[in-house]
Nanobody, 127 residues
Framework: EVQLVESGGGLVQPGGSLRLSCVTS????????MAWFRQGPGKEREGVAC????????YYGDFVRGRFTISRDNAKNTVYLQLNSLKTEDTAMYYC????????????????????WGQGTQVTVSS
């Protein structure tokens, strides 16, 4: 059974940082590109970042603008998202997702191209 379990969310002040983790199991992690998405209150789900199987390629949503960094550790079956310079508008549920098919590179943040999702971890940015 494919499982993706996010952690690391919480309440942080504007300008603060968080590191999200997504531990996976039930599939060959190193064969899949992985991504983070988010969904804020009353908003559609949007892509934050994706990373290729071998970490050689990453792709970010336009709103990230150098503030977030995606990484992965294939030995630990884990993908990370470092969030820096957080803004109130970054408040959202953050989801980890696995590309629907293996051996496909990063470069797309269309939710329909990701076939497995975690339950999410809440990030709240507030003073």
């Amino acid at each position: 059974e494919v499982q993706l379990v996010e952690s690391g969310g919480g309440l942080v002040q504007p300008g603060g940082s968080l590191r999200l983790s997504c531990v996976t199991s039930g599939f060959t992690f190193s064969s899949y590109s992985m991504a983070w998405f988010r969904q804020g209150p009353g908003k559609e789900r949007e892509g934050v970042a994706c990373i290729s199987r071998s970490t050689t390629s990453t792709y970010y949503g336009d709103f990230v603008r150098g503030r977030f960094t995606i990484s992965r550790d294939n030995a630990k079956n884990t993908v990370y998202l470092q969030l820096n310079s957080l803004k109130t508008e970054d408040t959202a549920m953050y989801y980890c997702a696995r590309r629907a098919s293996p051996n496909i590179g990063c470069g797309s943040l269309r939710p329909a191209e990701y076939g497995s999702w975690g339950q999410g971890t809440q990030v709240t940015v507030s003073s």
